[in-house]
T-cell receptor, first 112, second 116 residues
């Protein structure tokens, strides 16, 4: 059974810091891994998708890496801003299925 | 263009009532998913449609939960005889079914259900 774990569960940092959010999964047979952002009372917004054949993806101040063999992914946020405050979720799509399996998320607060 | 929409956004039900939650996917999207998100948890898969066919319902927690997508567009998640443990946010997502490896799911804002 695929299990997804995210560390830390919560993080509070001052504006400007570089951050690393961690995601681990138990079954390396995946199609892809996605990082999502969820704001309170809102749905999920996809930030980055890394296919199983890829090692990393970048979008603006965000960089996500994938090490499938060790079952790990990291989301790197450069020069954090208060607007980055949200819950960040990682999700894997197992091979031969269509559903996403989510971690429990990291609640990030960036204060001015 | 319009994203995934869900209605109602909030629903309060008395224990034992039936509820129906609606999802309007992005136009032309083949795949539609329902997830349940309990407070402080990540979303958990409920069921999946490809067009009108329900291909996976392994996540539905009991036979009180039923989902349909009769014309391959709008979907309804119905919960019969609601219980307090059904209180959660119900998220709908759709995707264009390009290919599994590169496919992103687009999520709606969710319906927050509170069962009293």
């Amino acid at each position: 059974k695929q299990e997804v774990t995210q560390i830390p569960a919560a993080l509070s940092v001052p504006e400007g810091e570089n951050l690393v959010l961690n995601c681990s999964f138990t079954d390396s047979a995946i199609y892809n891994l996605q990082w999502f952002r969820q704001d309170p009372g809102k749905g999920l917004t996809s930030l980055l998708l890394i296919q199983s054949s890829q090692r990393e993806q970048t979008s603006g101040r965000l960089n996500a890496s994938l090490d499938k063999s060790s079952g790990r992914s990291t989301l790197y946020i450069a020069a954090s801003q208060p607007g980055d405050s949200a819950t960040y979720l990682c999700a894997v799509r197992r091979a031969n299925t269509d559903k996403l399996i989510f971690g429990t998320g990291t609640r990030l607060q960036v204060f001015p | 263009g319009a994203g995934v929409s869900q209605s109602p956004r909030y629903k309060v039900a008395k224990r034992g009532q039936d509820v129906a939650l609606r999802c309007d996917p992005i136009s032309g999207h083949v795949s539609l998913f329902w997830y349940q998100q309990a407070l402080g948890q990540g979303p958990e898969f409920l069921t999946y449609f490809q067009n009108e066919a329900q291909l996976d319902k392994s996540g539905l927690p009991s036979d009180r939960f039923f989902a349909e997508r009769p014309e391959g567009s709008v979907s309804t998640l119905k919960i019969q005889r609601t219980q307090q443990e059904d209180s959660a946010v119900y998220l709908c997502a759709s995707s264009p079914k390009v290919d599994r490896a590169g496919e992103t799911q687009y999520f709606g804002p969710g319906t927050r259900l509170l069962v009293l």
